[in-house]
């Protein structure tokens, strides 16, 4: 028989020793992007969202590449070719960090260098792979319009044919890393269905105004992207793919990197409310030593350690199988709803001090805002799920 008591002491951030799940490598590759985050990033992050602006963008592109955490989980053309779990512990890490760090990464692999080396033709993986994987050039992914979101067949950017060329009119909206990207998929309507074009942003009649005033999301670049009249040559198309395949399918990569990423924010917001209740004193005893907030703590415990499991969970099948749209779906959907309501809840613990920038919560609570509704709003991935389980296209 085993022994009731091991004797290890209790690790208040991991109680049901999910870390024993990992292998050594994983272990290493989760440690290397901590150690990254907390050395590089960690020290300014609080003054890049208060400012609305992430210093040295490109260098930090260029360090993240060398770590080699760009298009990590593609294989070829400069990407490190490692596990789905690899590259989810990552986006955990880095958005325990920042959802803005998260996606940045997530942005630049999960779809522009993901488009590209599923759809793209030899020449445009062998141009912009190594180049982005490298971080030498950032890329970005347009397919979101201002009248067009949930609905991405209703989009109205459009291409046509002039010749051999290619002539793209269009408004794309809410494009992370839209106006420091060197290259961008964009997908419009053509008499063919929707296709997917690789534009370089030098091109004439491209544009990125970058979006101001934002209240989530202020550590990474959001910006609309204004095609008038841009003339691509005919090789600029994706040849693989046609009609929503394409993008739904980059869209899926990006979604199970959330599931991962959304318990990164949920943990340091954790963290921080425990050392908060447990040095904040009222009444003659820490906060930590009354009911209610023990209640707190541990509902965050439970919900943190089961988002945790389903991220794992996912991640061990899509290296096995792969995984169905519904399975993301349920990833994305009950991660991200059960973190913005663990850093809520942590924000509840420290009181007015849950909202001073000193902390991470109120910035992870706002940042959370933003993740719940982009890659698919809830209400989106619950008809997701709902079709799934009835048969029936609600949304339709």
Known sequence: MHAQNSGRPADPLDLLEIDSLLTADERAVRDAVRTFCDRRVEPHIAEWFEQGAVEDIRGLTKELGELGLLGMHLEGYGCAGMSAVDYGLACLELEATDSGLRSLVSVQGSLAMYAIWAFGSEEHKEEWLPRLAAGTAIGCFGLTEPDSGSDPGSMRTAARRDGDDWILDGRKMWITNGSVADVAVVWARTDDGIRGFVVPTDTPGFSAPAIKHKMSLRASVTSELVLDSVRLPGSAVLPEVRGLKGPLSCLNEARYGIAWGAMGAARSSFRAALAYAGDRVQ??????????????????????????????????????????????????????????????????????????????????????????????????????????????????
Request: proline share 3%; aromatic share 6%; with cysteine.
């Open 283 to 396: 009444f003659d005893r820490p906060i930590s030593g009354f009911q209610l907030t023990q209640a707190k703590l541990t509902d965050m415990a439970i919900e943190l350690a089961k988002g945790t499991l389903l991220a794992f969970h996912l991640g061990r099948a899509k290296d096995d199988r792969g995984l169905r749209p519904e399975q993301v779906s349920f990833g994305k959907l009950n991660n991200t709803r059960s973190a913005l309501e663990i850093c809520r809840t942590a924000r509840t613990i420290m009181g007015a001090n849950g909202i001073s920038l000193e902390y991470p919560v109120i910035r992870h609570a706002n940042n959370l805002e933003s993740i719940l509704t982009y890659e698919g709003t809830v209400e989106m991935h619950t008809l997701m799920i709902g079709q799934a389980l009835t048969g029936q296209a609600a949304f339709r």
